[in-house]
């Protein structure tokens, strides 16, 4: 078995890789979940993150150049986390309405966690 060898660290995330297994078991360093709602987003730093490999689909750089051309406005954590939590109710009462509409005509919706089979 080959033994785990960090990459080196550069200014961004990538710490390594587990090379013991076949899967891309992934270490990030400084990690950011960014939440976006509407042309707005919000930075939430996460710090360290160790990916399973069987969870990772795709994996690339950011253009850091692109980055800055975007329209989006960055805002406070606060802020773009009210914003998705009135986005989130927004959804849900749409949803209860449908649902609402569908039961006066004699229909139903299956709910998502009666779909799986796992």
Do not use: W
Request: hydrophobic share 35%; aromatic share 4%.
């Amino acid at each position: 078995m080959g033994q785990s060898r960090p990459c080196p660290v550069a200014p961004g995330t990538f710490l390594g890789r587990d090379s013991r297994c076949d899967l891309a078991n992934l270490v990030l360093h400084q990690t950011v979940e960014r939440i976006h709602v509407g042309k707005k987003y919000g930075d939430i730093p996460r710090g360290i993150f160790v990916v399973r490999g069987e969870n990772v689909v795709l994996l690339g750089e950011i253009d850091l150049e692109k980055e800055s051309d975007t329209p989006l406005q960055q805002v406070s954590i606060e802020e773009i986390l009210e914003e998705q939590r009135v986005e989130q109710q927004a959804k849900q009462e749409s949803e209860k309405l449908k649902v609402q509409a569908l039961k006066e005509r004699g229909l139903s919706v299956p709910r998502a966690d009666t779909l799986d089979e796992y």
